[in-house]
């Protein structure tokens, strides 16, 4: 694979600086969410917010939010949004600005370090190995997800290898009709360009999120498919090169 000059300048300073700086702030962040989460895990939750603002800082990757109004305080929300790359991750945390909860495979519970923070965050972990254990989780997350805290899904499952979209699954979706919440959909644009493969792929940029008007799930009770239609519609319409 060949690379530009950008990559070739950001070498040094990735590996001399951000990776160490990486590796810091990810302890002190998870050292700060097992004290707060004895306290409360809204307050926990922060500990991610300040991690992901402290990389979009270090990377640098600058995050331009639009829409933000579209958001209604102390409504819960099915947030869907397109997955361009890892570093979407560092953008949504440490720019949504509103309490959420990821959805985790439960095999990452056990993950060194992030399965440990993520639990003490009470991210949802999902367990898909049978009806009454997939049950389980939706009505934990029904617990979870009220007064304004959302969930976050990437409803193509994996990162986009060449930014464009991919086909969206159906779990978003039925979990926002099981949990009679509406959607809302988010466009992310110049995360690929960031980070378009692994860690090493990392090099500076920009990057949007462009908070779209929420979807009444409630219209589509009979129809899942139109609602995937038109959200992904919604997200795609959003889609644009970061100048």
Not at 76 to 85: A, F, G, M, R
Request: hydrophobic share 40%; net charge positive; charged share 20%.
């Amino acid at each position: 694979m060949k690379h530009n000059y950008k990559y070739w300048l950001y070498q040094p300073y990735k590996w001399l600086i951000l990776i160490p700086f990486f590796f810091i702030e990810t302890l002190i962040f998870t050292i700060y969410i097992f004290i707060a989460s004895q306290i409360s895990h809204r307050l926990a939750f922060y500990g991610g917010v300040w991690w992901a603002k402290a990389m979009q800082w270090a990377t640098p990757m600058p995050v331009n939010v639009i829409g933000r109004e579209n958001i209604s305080k102390g409504q819960s929300y099915v947030i869907v949004s397109n997955h361009q790359s890892g570093s979407d991750i560092v953008a949504i945390y440490g720019s949504i600005g509103i309490q959420f909860r990821w959805i985790l495979k439960k095999e990452l519970r056990k993950a060194l370090l992030l399965g440990y923070a993520c639990e003490k965050m009470q991210h949802i972990f999902i367990d898909r190995s049978s009806a009454r254990a997939s049950y389980r989780s939706i009505q934990k997350a029904k617990e979870i997800l009220t007064g304004g805290t959302s969930v976050v899904i990437f409803p193509e499952g994996t990162r986009s290898k060449t930014g464009e979209m991919g086909t969206f699954k159906h779990g978003a979706f039925k979990m926002a009709f099981e949990l009679g919440l509406p959607i809302l959909p988010i466009t992310l644009n110049g995360t690929h360009d960031v980070m378009s493969g692994g860690f090493d792929t990392l090099v500076w940029g920009k990057a949007e999120m462009i908070i779209h008007k929420p979807i009444d799930t409630m219209q589509y009770q009979n129809d899942r498919d139109k609602l995937i239609e038109v959200t992904r519609a919604t997200i795609s319409e959003g889609l644009h090169p970061i100048a």
